[in-house]
């Protein structure tokens, strides 16, 4: 049985004080969550807000998580973070392939793939994102593009621990946008990105391996999408920055 993970990806939203506001009232609304257990709660903050955001969590279980970081552990890299300074800072999770990192700057499967390996082999968890584009997806390619991007993301993984890789599957067209896939759609979908992970790795990983779904997540559908039995959780960008209704989509009704 996959236990369910709902995690926020905050994007660049929230100041260091802002963010912990926020957390407060998460801690709040969800206390009663951990007792439930039946759903793990990730806040991904930006860099700046990560070490206070921890600090105002402590005595909960919700985890906090990056929205990207360095391959490499050190080095000469103006402006980057590496996995040992996400690490030190608490850090389990780390959104990885982000379609907006993928777009805007110039991260490619092949960079997404050294970033998997190296969150792995530093102890931290990926949340590998994928996701077909409008014009991939009406030009049916939605099948080869996420298959293509779960292959080469995972590539040359170590098979040991690989089970707790999460995988997202967010259509680039859902993101942000008010639009979703359907539920049955993202189900699908996520049924292939499952063979695929099960092609790279074997077929107990990938019945193991929780996949979320992502793109305009809200308090209003995310039952569709839970009720799925491939759909393992929800990224949430835009509801997750505010805590009720993030707290809505945590809440197991
Ligand atoms: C995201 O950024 O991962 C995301 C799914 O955003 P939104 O929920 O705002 O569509």
């Given at each position: 049985m996959r236990r369910r993970i709902i995690a926020g990806n905050w994007k660049m939203n929230k100041t260091r004080d802002e963010a912990v506001d926020l957390v407060g009232d998460l801690k709040e609304s969800l206390a009663d969550v951990g007792d439930v257990g039946d759903v793990e709660v990730v806040v991904c903050p930006p860099f700046t807000a990560l070490d206070a955001v921890r600090e105002a969590l402590r005595g909960s279980n919700i985890e906090i998580g990056a929205q990207n970081m360095h391959w490499e552990d050190e080095g000469a890299f103006t402006g980057e973070i590496s996995p040992l300074m996400l690490k030190n800072l608490g850090c389990v999770y780390v959104i990885l392939g982000h379609s907006e990192r993928r777009t805007y700057?110039?991260?490619?499967?092949?960079?997404?793939?050294?970033?998997?390996k190296s969150a792995m082999s530093n102890g931290l968890l990926p949340i590998v994102c994928v996701g077909e584009t409008l014009e991939e997806r009406e030009a049916g390619k939605t099948e080869a593009v996420v298959v293509r991007q779960t292959k080469a993301a995972l590539a040359?993984?170590?098979?040991n621990g690989a089970e707790?890789?999460?995988m997202a599957y967010e259509p680039v067209w859902a993101i942000g946008t008010g639009r979703t896939a359907s539920a049955d759609e993202a189900n699908r979908v996520i049924r292939i990105i499952r063979q695929a992970v099960a092609e790279v790795f074997n077929e107990r990983i990938a019945q193991e391996v929780r996949i979320q779904y992502g793109?305009?997540?809200?308090?209003?559908?995310?039952?569709?999408?839970l009720g799925?039995?491939?759909?393992?959780?929800?990224?949430?960008?835009?509801?997750s920055l505010d805590a009720a209704s993030f707290a809505a989509i945590v809440k197991p009704r």
């Open positions: 700057f110039g991260e490619t499967d092949e960079s997404v793939n050294r970033k998997v040359g993984v170590k098979t707790r890789i999460v793109g305009s997540v809200k308090p209003q559908n995310i039952a569709d999408f799925q039995p491939e759909i393992d959780g929800a990224l949430v960008g835009g509801a």
